[in-house]
C-alpha cells in the first residue's frame, strides 16, 4: 500500500520560534523515522507529508494514498487536531485514529464530560469557566485546568484550588496564559490511571490499566521527566473498574483504533473518567500509551501493528 504520514514535527515548528510549551506536542523525529520505517519494514511506500499546511498543499496537487497514518496535533483553535482528519475526509482518503468530529469533541474536556456523563458513565462534577470571577456550584476543593489542552499543560501544584481566591488566581492565570476557558473539576484525592485503548466500538478492548505514582502533580513539568514518575500496570479490583469506565467512555465518544482514557478515583475508591486522548503520543521511549504496552509485555512493533491492523479492518483495506 501507499501510506502517507503526516505530523507536526517539532524542528518544523520551532523555526518559527515557537517556545518549548508550545512544541510540547509536536513529534520529534525519533518518533516520525520510527513509524515511517516500522511501515516500509512491513513491505508498504511511506510518503511523509508532514503538517497541514503541506497536506492541503499535496491534496490540491492530487496527490492520494491508500490512507494516512496521522499523528498531527495541530496548532491553534479547539478543533487543530480534527484538522486533518477533516481535510482527509473530504478527499475520502482513510486516516489511522478517531474522526473529525470525535477528535473535536474529545479536546474540549468539558464537552467530553459532558458526553459521557449522558451516557452512565461515571466523572466528577464540573463547572466551565471563561472569566475569574465567576462562581461555581461546586464545593471546595477543586482542580482546575486549561479546558482544550493536552501533556499537561498548565497543569501544577496550583491547579489545586482549596478557595475561592485560589481559584480566582489559578483561573485568571490560565485564562490569560492559554486564551480558552478553564475546567473545573471537584478534586479527586484517590488514585491516578491512564488505561490504553485498542480498536473502535464493540471491537475495543483494554491494552492495562497503568497506575501513576508522582510525588508532584502530574502536569506538564512532572511528564518532561517521565523517569521521575512510577509506572506500574495493576489488576485489582479499583484498577479493574478504571479499565471498564475508560473502556465505556471510549465506546461513548466514538474513538478508534488506538489512545488513552485518564481515570482518577474519588475519596471512596470509586474510578471516574477524567479525559480521553484519540491522538496518543507514539514516541518509542517515553510516551505513555509506549509505556503502558511495553509494561504489558508489548513491543513497539506490535503497538503499531495493532493500530494498522485497526484502521485498515474498519475500511476495508488488507493490511
Same mark, same amino acid.
Given at each position: 500500500?501507499?501510506?502517507?504520514?503526516?505530523?507536526?514535527?517539532?524542528?518544523?515548528?520551532?523555526?518559527?520560534?515557537?517556545?518549548?510549551?508550545?512544541?510540547?506536542?509536536?513529534?520529534?523525529?525519533?518518533?516520525?523515522?520510527?513509524?515511517?520505517?516500522?511501515?516500509?519494514?512491513?513491505?508498504?511506500?511511506?510518503?511523509?507529508?508532514?503538517?497541514?499546511?503541506?497536506?492541503?498543499?499535496?491534496?490540491?496537487?492530487?496527490?492520494?494514498?491508500?490512507?494516512?497514518?496521522?499523528?498531527?496535533?495541530?496548532?491553534?483553535?479547539?478543533?487543530?487536531?480534527?484538522?486533518?482528519?477533516?481535510?482527509?475526509?473530504?478527499?475520502?482518503?482513510?486516516?489511522?485514529?478517531?474522526?473529525?468530529?470525535?477528535?473535536?469533541?474529545?479536546?474540549?474536556?468539558?464537552?467530553?464530560?459532558?458526553?459521557? +456523563? #449522558?451516557? !452512565?458513565?461515571?466523572?466528577?462534577?464540573? /463547572?466551565?469557566?471563561? &472569566? @475569574?470571577?465567576?462562581?461555581?456550584?461546586? =464545593?471546595?476543593?477543586?482542580?482546575?485546568?486549561?479546558?482544550?489542552?493536552?501533556?499537561?499543560?498548565?497543569?501544577?501544584?496550583?491547579?489545586?484550588?482549596?478557595?475561592?481566591?485560589?481559584?480566582?488566581?489559578?483561573?485568571?492565570?490560565?485564562?490569560?496564559?492559554?486564551?480558552?476557558?478553564?475546567?473545573?473539576?471537584?478534586?479527586?484525592?484517590?488514585?491516578?490511571?491512564?488505561?490504553?485503548?485498542?480498536?473502535?466500538?464493540?471491537?475495543?478492548?483494554?491494552?492495562?490499566?497503568?497506575?501513576?505514582?508522582?510525588?508532584?502533580?502530574?502536569?506538564?513539568?512532572?511528564?518532561?521527566?517521565?523517569?521521575?514518575?512510577?509506572?506500574?500496570?495493576?489488576?485489582?479490583?479499583?484498577?479493574?473498574?478504571?479499565?471498564?469506565?475508560?473502556?465505556?467512555?471510549?465506546?461513548?465518544?466514538?474513538? +478508534? #483504533?488506538? !489512545?488513552?482514557?485518564?481515570?482518577?478515583? /474519588?475519596?471512596?475508591? &470509586? @474510578?471516574?473518567?477524567?479525559?480521553?486522548? =484519540?491522538?496518543?503520543?507514539?514516541?518509542?521511549?517515553?510516551?505513555?500509551?509506549?509505556?503502558?504496552?511495553?509494561?504489558?509485555?508489548?513491543?513497539?512493533?506490535?503497538?503499531?501493528?495493532?493500530?494498522?491492523?485497526?484502521?485498515?479492518?474498519?475500511?476495508?483495506?488488507?493490511?
Amino acid at each position: 500500500m501507499l501510506i502517507g504520514l503526516t505530523y507536526d514535527a517539532v524542528a518544523d515548528w520551532q523555526s518559527e520560534g515557537l517556545d518549548a510549551e508550545r512544541l510540547a506536542e509536536f513529534d520529534a523525529e525519533a518518533t516520525i523515522a520510527a513509524i515511517a520505517e516500522h511501515l516500509a519494514h512491513r513491505g508498504h511506500t511511506v510518503e511523509r507529508i508532514g503538517r497541514a499546511r503541506a497536506l492541503v498543499a499535496r491534496l490540491a496537487q492530487g496527490a492520494r494514498w491508500d490512507f494516512v497514518f496521522n499523528i498531527c496535533e495541530g496548532l491553534l483553535g479547539p478543533g487543530r487536531e480534527a484538522l486533518v482528519p477533516a481535510l482527509l475526509e473530504a478527499y475520502g482518503v482513510p486516516c489511522t485514529f478517531s474522526d473529525s468530529l470525535t477528535m473535536a469533541l474529545c479536546l474540549h474536556k468539558g464537552h467530553a464530560k459532558r458526553v459521557v +456523563r #449522558d451516557c !452512565g458513565v461515571p466523572t466528577a462534577d464540573f /463547572d466551565v469557566l471563561d &472569566r @475569574p470571577g465567576a462562581g461555581i456550584a461546586l =464545593p471546595f476543593p477543586v482542580f482546575a485546568k486549561p479546558v482544550a489542552e493536552g501533556t499537561g499543560k498548565g497543569i501544577g501544584g496550583a491547579s489545586l484550588c482549596r478557595t475561592s481566591a485560589e481559584l480566582a488566581q489559578t483561573a485568571a492565570r490560565l485564562l490569560g496564559r492559554f486564551s480558552q476557558p478553564v475546567l473545573v473539576e471537584r478534586y479527586l484525592p484517590g488514585r491516578e490511571f491512564t488505561i490504553g485503548v485498542l480498536g473502535s466500538g464493540d471491537a475495543a478492548e483494554t491494552i492495562g490499566v497503568m497506575e501513576i505514582v508522582s510525588d508532584a502533580t502530574y502536569g506538564f513539568a512532572t511528564k518532561k521527566d517521565y523517569a521521575a514518575v512510577r509506572y506500574r500496570l495493576v489488576e485489582d479490583a479499583e484498577g479493574r473498574r478504571a479499565g471498564e469506565v475508560a473502556l465505556a467512555a471510549w465506546r461513548a465518544l466514538g474513538c +478508534r #483504533d488506538a !489512545g488513552r482514557v485518564d481515570v482518577r478515583s /474519588d475519596a471512596d475508591a &470509586r @474510578p471516574m473518567f477524567l479525559e480521553v486522548n =484519540p491522538l496518543a503520543g507514539l514516541h518509542p521511549v517515553d510516551s505513555d500509551l509506549v509505556i503502558l504496552a511495553r509494561l504489558a509485555g508489548h513491543d513497539y512493533a506490535w503497538l503499531l501493528d495493532r493500530i494498522v491492523q485497526s484502521t485498515c479492518g474498519r475500511t476495508g483495506l488488507a493490511w
